[in-house]
């Protein structure tokens, strides 16, 4: 069965830092990973994914994912966090048969001035 | 990518009755997907609509609480029915254009809607 379980609720950094918000996995066969963004009384935004190879992954807005097979993690990084960064982060992996998406439960991330 | 226009963006309404919500997507798609977001709370996929079939509906959701049209390529309805307190969420219509290696889903604005 594919699932993904992130950890953390919510994540607060102080703007200028570096954020991480976390993403673990569980798959058959190859994993098919997305990230994605959701702003208030907005729709889900697509930021990044791994498909196959390098395992550091640059998306939108200066956001990168480092895949990590060991670990079946896949976590959303930004060296410096903005303050119109702070939205809600899904992790998603894809199913086998490439048909449905299955979500994480989200992390609120709160960038403060 | 594909872009969705999906109406309304939110409405208020009453128990027992019905709302329908549209999705309008600017390319031809093979399949559309439905998915509720209870407050505070992940995406549940609540069917896949495929043009010319019956949609396909995930377990806990049933066709006479959420019947979906697909009448062509490029549009898809779902009617809430029978509406009560706990219907309130935001649903959100969504398109895979790409197959296997796209970007996976591009998603509608959503329709937050209020049960009262």
């Known amino acids: 069965a594919q699932s993904v379980a992130q950890p953390e609720d919510q994540v607060n950094v102080a703007e200028g830092n570096p954020l991480t918000v976390k993403c673990t996995y569980s798959v058959s066969g190859n994993p098919y990973l997305f990230w994605y963004v959701q702003y208030p009384n907005r729709g889900l935004q697509f930021l990044l994914k791994y498909i196959t190879g390098d395992n550091l992954v640059k998306g939108s807005y200066g956001f990168e994912a480092e895949f990590n097979k060991s670990q079946t993690s896949f976590h959303l990084k930004k060296p410096s966090a903005l303050v119109s960064d702070s939205a809600l982060y899904f992790c998603?992996?894809?199913?086998?048969?490439?048909?449905?998406?299955?979500f994480g439960s989200g992390t609120k991330l709160n960038v403060k001035p | 990518s594909a872009v969705i226009s999906q109406k309304p963006s939110r409405d208020i309404c009453q128990r027992g009755t019905s709302l329908t919500i549209q999705c309008q997507v600017d390319?031809?798609?093979?399949?559309m997907f439905w998915y509720r977001q209870q407050p505070g709370q992940s995406l549940t996929l609540i069917a896949t609509?495929?043009?010319?079939?019956?949609?396909?509906?995930e377990s806990g959701f049933v066709i006479d609480k959420f019947p979906i049209s697909r009448p062509n390529l490029t549009f898809s309805t779902l009617t809430v029915s029978n509406m009560s307190p706990e219907d309130s969420s935001i649903y959100l219509c969504?398109?895979?254009?790409?197959?296997?290696?796209?970007?996976?889903?591009?998603f509608g604005s959503g329709t937050r809607l209020t049960v009262v």
């Open positions: 969504s398109v895979d254009p790409g197959g296997a290696r796209s970007d996976g889903y591009t």
């Open positions: 390319s031809q798609v093979t399949m």
């Open positions: 609509a495929n043009q010319g079939s019956e949609a396909t509906y």
């Open positions: 998603a992996v894809r199913g086998y048969n490439f048909n449905k998406f299955y």
